[in-house]
């Protein structure tokens, strides 16, 4: 079985075996959950689903958050993309940006999400598989399959360094996502497991050091939007790999640096809405919109 102590310790088992990250993960994941393949499969069908009910939620036009700080992003997003026949970046990853922004509002307004890894960071890996999957045409079966490689991925983050913002910034929650994201983009258009991790690799190094700073303590404020960059630095760094581009710095050794990262930022920049966004004048506003003066 594997350790998932390293991404590289992945990628030499599918080079050696000839496999993909997938398979080699659903069997290892089976094996130690004593579950048939099959079962474990079933479930992950199921949250692609409840990915994919996710954006729906977040979709719809009064879409509001609980604190009525945000809501509709992802509405007005596609929207903008009927009226200007795509915008500036394409239909394609427009749409992308849609789907994330409408998970991460259905997060906010209390819906059922699933965290990949985290709620703060869960529109990234449904904005960009469900786009492969309802605009690329992907087949549903290998969309599942590489939700398996971005778990395996995460859970090598989470044992090295970590996936929770209050504990690494933003970096852990959306970089962790985006690299995940990367992953699992890499070999759902048939890249190379190799190039997987340096998809994964470029992603977090794209978004090292990026700080926690919800607004008035919600995730919502910037979380919602930053969900959105991740979706095109996750994309980006895909096609970088997939290009034959290689990260200088090698995806597990981008992972420590992330921890140590991590461990170097203030306790103002984790989650605390004790510095950055959270403490600007409009951001101290809004907080008291929701909560009200402090005595």
């Not at 990628?11 to 080699?24: H, N, T, W």
């Not at 059922?112 to 904005?127: E, H, K, Q, Y």
């Not at 045409?137 to 929770?164: H, L, Y």
């Not at 200088?248 to 461990?263: H, R």
């Amino acid at each position: 079985m594997f350790s998932y102590s390293s991404i590289a310790e992945l990628v030499e088992a599918a080079e050696k075996s000839g496999r993909k990250i997938s398979e080699l993960v659903l069997a290892d994941q089976a094996e130690a959950l004593e579950q048939r393949p099959e079962e474990l499969f079933d479930k992950m069908s199921t949250d692609l689903d409840v990915m994919s009910d996710a954006v729906k939620f977040g979709s719809r036009k009064d879409q509001k958050s609980t604190s009525g700080l945000t809501g509709g992003e992802g509405w007005k997003m596609n929207e903008y993309v009927k009226q200007t026949g795509g915008g500036l970046a394409g239909t394609f990853l427009n749409h992308a940006i849609a789907r994330a922004l409408s998970v991460a509002g259905c997060n906010a307004s209390m819906g059922r999400i699933v965290a990949t890894p985290t709620a703060g960071s869960c529109g990234i890996l449904p904005g960009c598989l469900l786009t492969m999957l309802e605009e690329k045409g992907a087949d549903r079966k290998d969309v599942i399959m590489s939700i398996f490689t971005a778990g395996a991925f995460g859970m090598v983050i989470a044992q090295n360094a970590c996936i929770a913002g209050a504990q690494g910034g933003c970096q852990a929650e959306c970089g962790s996502a985006s690299g995940m994201a990367a992953a699992a983009l890499v070999e759902l258009t048939g890249g190379t497991p190799r190039q997987a991790a340096d998809a994964c690799a470029m992603a977090i190094a794209n978004q090292l050091g990026l700080v926690c700073d919800p607004v008035a303590g919600l995730v919502e404020i910037p979380c919602i939007k930053r969900n959105a960059s991740g979706v095109v630095i996750a994309f980006s760094s895909a096609d970088m790999a997939l290009s034959g581009i290689h990260s200088c710095i090698p995806v597990d050794e981008c992972i420590e640096a992330m921890q140590a990262v991590g461990n170097a930022l203030p306790a103002s920049l984790k989650e605390t809405a004790g510095g950055g966004l959270a403490v600007t004048r409009t951001g101290k506003a809004l907080k008291e919109k929701v909560f009200g003066k402090e005595e």
